[in-house]
Each structure stands twice: as C-alpha cells, then as structure tokens.
C-alpha cells in the first residue's frame, strides 16, 4: 500500500463516505484548495482495483504549540520552539472499515512527518482526535495536552525511535 498526494482530476471525492460529514465536507469541497494555497498536504489511499477511489486520507500541516499546555520536561527541552506537525484529518471510508487501514494509514503520516522534521526541524507532532477517539492515537504513543484531551502529541524523538528499525534519517 502506498498514499499519493489528492489529485481532484483521477480521484472521486464525492464518492468518500466515513460517516463525518465535516470529513467528508473537507475532502469533497476544501482538501484541493488547501493544497493549491500550500495550506496542507492531504494523502489519500486508492483502492488497488479502482485508483479513483478513495478507501481513506490524511491531511498534513504545520501548527504552532504553547508549550505551557506540555509537561515541563517537554517545555524547557523545546523553548524556543512552538512548531509542530499536524495531523489535521484522517479517516476511512466505511466500505472499507474495521481492516486495520487506519492504523496503517497514522504510520504512514508519521513517516511523512518524521521526513519532514529531519529536514526543516520541529519537535513533535500533533493530532486532534475527534470525539471519543483518543484512545485510537493513545495506542500508538500519543499524550493528551494538559487541557484539551482530544489534542494530542507525540515527540517526534518518539516517533523516530518507533521506526529505528525501518527508518534511516537522511
């Protein structure tokens, strides 16, 4: 399995459905204009029989983090730095649900993430869950922010460490 960047032209938006309609809305109608505004990257997992659809995305961008809402180890390590990445979007068509693609596809975001932190530098990484699915990201080594606990965020240090079997920094 390999994500590509959303192309409006080969892929059939309109066709994603993940029961959300704000991701759905998103995919349909803003993904391409975030995309032509260098706003955000999103990704998309084609079906291997049929490349126009769509089984799930994500969406990429940078934010900026107060570091007053991290624990304070995190906060001396990483003044001055407020970047992080975000994993602004991620969801799963639910033709193709409960196969693990989700999964697969926040390993894949944090690959992209981790090769970007290598180049132009940023400590962590940031996703906002939707409701009631922050336990999905907690499996995979993601923290609640002090006072949002749908915000959470993993150290990219982490990250790396995760993958240091698979993952050679360039």
Not at 3 to 22: A, I, N, S, W
Not at 34 to 61: C, M, W
Request: aromatic fraction near 10%; hydrophobic fraction near 40%.
């Amino acid at each position: 399995m390999q994500t590509v960047p959303l192309d409006k032209k080969r892929h059939q938006r309109k066709r994603f459905d993940c029961g959300v309609e704000p991701l759905n809305n998103y995919l349909k109608l803003m993904a391409n204009q975030h995309a032509t505004k260098d706003n955000s990257r999103t990704y998309v997992l084609e079906d291997p029989q049929d490349k126009s659809i769509i089984i799930g995305f994500y969406t990429l961008t940078m934010i900026t983090v107060d570091l007053s809402t991290l624990p304070k180890h995190l906060q001396n390590k990483h003044q001055p730095n407020h970047t992080a990445g975000l994993i602004a979007r991620l969801a799963v068509d639910k033709h193709y649900a409960k196969r693990g693609i989700g999964s697969w596809l926040l390993v894949d975001a944090l690959k992209k993430l981790l090769i970007a932190s290598d180049m132009v530098g940023f400590p962590m990484v940031v996703v906002d869950a939707k409701e009631g699915l922050s336990s999905f990201y907690e499996q995979f080594g993601f923290q609640p922010f002090f006072e949002e606990k749908e915000r959470l965020f993993m150290p990219v240090a982490d990250i790396r460490a995760s993958f240091s079997n698979t993952y050679e920094r360039t």
